[in-house]
């Protein structure tokens, strides 16, 4: 069992009422005690991607899966209790919570309603001491707390449903650089413990390497390239994946400025033609105008057998009558 996210579609509408896709057909696959990394340059469709998986907004097209259910957009009605097992954590602490409200009453709204009334504060300060913090935080208001303690106690309400699945936002981008190591720490650590699923999105790629066992790249909309951590960064099979490793600075000694990406993402609401990547790829070639799929690949060579890139580089199934 998995979340699966089949061929998902997000629309906007734009000035003038144009549509605008910021999530052009993603495809992606978590499963239980796997972390999957989510990574691009801002404005890919990272976001919007996770608020349809995690049933905040419905797709324009395509399905959400968890353990084999549909997902149905958030509405007012309570969730079944197989939705409770998917929740996310937000980017920013700081609006995800309510300043007039008590920690643990917060945290008691996501108890399951089985849990008899007397265990429910025992129940929230299981979940606060699981990500480091001590019991009488549920006595506390937000406030009074670190933008790294706050985003401890966000990941702790999303424990108190007992989910098997998380989906979290850019969780530590609003953090100073210790709070970001904590934070980050208690996230891996749920994984190995409780087995937990989680669909990790970020813009910080070394950050992703270091926790992540499968990688999907995304560039306007679109997945570039999906595959196993190590290899994607061992030998990249997409041109834009190539780009973004080189971009990461290094720091070993003599090591000079990361070479930057030249060109600025086209507009989502006018892709370009083809392979969305093509005006900034420096091996574009005639048959880029063709768009090619996101495909089983095994170039380049030595790499692990399922990874997936959609790039004619990669494959062996070139359109025919294309020159290169």
Not at 83 to 94: D, W
Request: aromatic letters at 4%; a neutral charge; proline letters at 9%.
């Amino acid at each position: 069992m998995s979340l699966q996210l089949n061929d998902v579609e997000v629309e906007y509408r734009g000035r003038g009422g144009r549509a605008v896709q910021a999530v052009a057909g993603v495809s992606l696959e978590v499963n239980p005690g796997e972390v999957v990394g989510l990574v691009g340059e801002s404005g890919c469709g990272k976001s919007s991607l996770a608020r349809v998986a995690s049933g905040l907004i419905a797709p324009h097209r395509g399905h959400v899966l968890l353990d084999g259910h549909e997902i149905a957009p958030l509405s007012w009605r309570p969730r079944p209790r197989t939705e409770l097992r998917l929740q996310m954590v937000f980017q920013n602490p700081y609006s995800s919570l309510n300043p007039r409200r008590r920690i643990g009453s917060q945290l008691a709204d996501g108890v399951r309603p089985e849990v008899p009334a007397r265990s429910r504060r025992d129940h929230v300060v299981a979940q606060l001491e699981r990500v480091g913090l001590s019991p009488d935080v549920a006595d506390r208001f937000p406030h009074q707390f670190s933008g790294g303690q706050l985003q401890r106690i966000a990941i702790a309400r999303a424990l108190v449903p007992e989910p098997a699945y998380l989906i979290a936002d850019e969780p530590v981008t609003a953090l100073d650089a210790s709070s970001q190591v904590q934070v980050v720490q208690t996230l891996t650590g749920l994984v190995h413990e409780l087995g937990v699923g989680m669909l990790f999105i970020s813009h910080d790629l070394a950050l992703v390497r270091h926790i992540a066992h499968r990688t999907a790249v995304m560039y306007l909309g679109k997945v570039a390239e999906l595959a196993p951590t190590d290899e994607l960064w061992r030998a990249p099979a997409h041109p834009y994946t190539t780009a973004l490793t080189a971009a990461v600075p290094r720091v070993e000694v003599g090591a000079g400025l990361p070479e930057p990406l030249a060109g600025e993402v086209p507009d989502p609401g006018n892709a370009p033609e083809g392979c969305r990547f093509r005006p900034r790829c420096p091996h574009a070639f005639d048959a880029c105008t063709t768009e090619p799929l996101l495909q089983i690949t095994t170039r380049p060579a030595g790499a692990e057998t399922g990874r997936q890139a959609a790039c004619w580089l990669a494959s062996d199934r070139v359109p025919t009558g294309a020159s290169s």
